[in-house]
Nanobody
Framework: QVQLVESGGGLVQAGGSLRLSCAAS????????MGWYRQAPGKQRELVAT???????SYADSVKGRFTISGDNAKNTVYLQMNSLKPEDTAVYYC?????????????????WGPGTQVTVSS
């Protein structure tokens, strides 16, 4: 079982910044990707940004140029720096990680989610 602990959400005015952190723990053999998704009230969960263990990143068009994802492989931690926040960024932000765990001599894929952290941007 891989556990994710998120932190850094909160209330901020439009134009402000927040930094989210997410640390993965458990019997992790390898991490393929870590990323952030968000879900606003009445909407489906959507991808915000992802980063691979090799450092390749991808972003939703709506956050390009404003959000930056980064990772610390040694700490199994991913960060999301959010600048120039807009009211439409208001959502619950979920951390996700995918990779493999080692059970004896067997590798098993995992896909784990954090409980979510609320980000509210006031106008």
């Amino acid at each position: 079982q891989v556990q994710l602990v998120e932190s850094g959400g909160g209330l901020v005015q439009a134009g402000g910044s927040l930094r989210l952190s997410c640390a993965a723990s458990g019997s992790i053999f390898s991490i393929t990707t870590m990323g952030w998704y968000r879900q606003a009230p009445g909407k489906q969960r959507e991808l915000v940004a992802t980063i691979t263990s090799g450092g390749s990143t991808s972003y939703a068009d709506s956050v390009k140029g404003r959000f930056t994802i980064s990772g610390d492989n040694a700490k199994n931690t991913v960060y999301l720096q959010m600048n120039s926040l807009k009211p439409e960024d208001t959502a619950v932000y979920y951390c996700n990680t995918r990779g493999h765990q080692l059970y004896g001599a067997t590798l098993r894929a995992y896909d784990s989610w954090g409980p979510g952290t609320q980000v509210t941007v006031s106008s």
